[in-house]
Structures are given as structure tokens and as C-alpha cells.
């Protein structure tokens, strides 16, 4: 038999042609890619020492109105969807919110959203009672 790929025979050789460079093989333009250490291991002259970079300290940790507002939002979300009450929670979890947006601004971003969804329960709740009463 003359088939390729059978099993027990060997990899078959590629077709004659124009050979592709080997891509496991650097690039011999040195201009080309990361600059390379010197003989002793430091870096090169041209990247910056540590003391150049300019250092930006994230945010401290959040504050006690952040995560009051926080849970506050939750728990009105979670209320407002249920039964519909939950409104009164959140305006105070967004009142915080506002208030901590400067030091804690992802928790205060967060409970933002949750006052809405707590919004949106109230008012589904408000219009289906309305219907249901009303209708």
C-alpha cells in the first residue's frame, strides 16, 4: 500500500519547495524586540530604575457609610423585589452612597445600581397592586 499517514509508518516528508524560516529561531535584527540584559543580568541603561516610575497608591479601604450603603442597597433590593417595600432603604442606601462616592468609589457605584433595582421592584409592585386592585 502507498497511502500517507497509515499506521506504523513514519511522519511523511513535506513537499519540496520554498522553506519557511524557523519560527523557534530569534530574529537577527537586535533593533527588533525586547532589549536584552547585559552580561552581568541588569537590565539595560534605557529602561527606568525603580525610584523614576511615578508611584499611584490605590484607593484606601471603604468607608463605614460605603458599606452601610452597600448593605442597605442589598437589603432593599432583595425587599423591594419581594414585596415592594424596599424603596425606603434605599433612598438611604443612595443618600450614603453620594456621601461616600469620593472615598469608596466602586461600593458606591454598586449600591447605586442596587437602589435601582430596588426602584424598578417598587414601582413593578406599586403598578401590579394598582392593576390588581383597581382592575
Request: charge should be positive; aromatic fraction near 8%.
Amino acid at each position: 500500500m502507498s497511502g500517507t499517514g497509515e499506521w506504523g509508518r513514519g511522519p511523511e516528508t513535506p513537499p519540496a519547495g520554498p522553506s519557511s524560516p524557523d519560527p523557534f529561531v530569534p530574529p537577527s535584527n537586535p533593533a527588533f524586540g525586547a532589549p536584552r540584559p547585559s552580561a552581568q543580568g541588569a537590565p539595560p541603561s534605557s529602561w527606568p530604575s525603580a525610584g523614576s516610575v511615578a508611584f499611584t497608591p490605590s484607593v484606601g479601604a471603604p468607608t463605614g457609610s460605603a458599606i452601610a450603603a452597600l448593605v442597605l442597597a442589598i437589603v432593599g433590593a432583595v425587599v423591594g423585589l419581594a414585596i415592594g417595600w424596599g424603596f425606603p432603604l434605599s433612598v438611604i442606601a443612595l443618600v450614603l452612597a453620594l456621601k461616600s462616592r469620593a472615598a469608596s468609589r466602586t461600593l458606591a457605584t454598586w449600591s447605586i445600581v442596587l437602589v435601582a433595582v430596588s426602584a424598578l421592584g417598587s414601582i413593578a409592585w406599586l403598578v401590579y397592586s394598582a392593576v390588581y386592585l383597581l382592575g
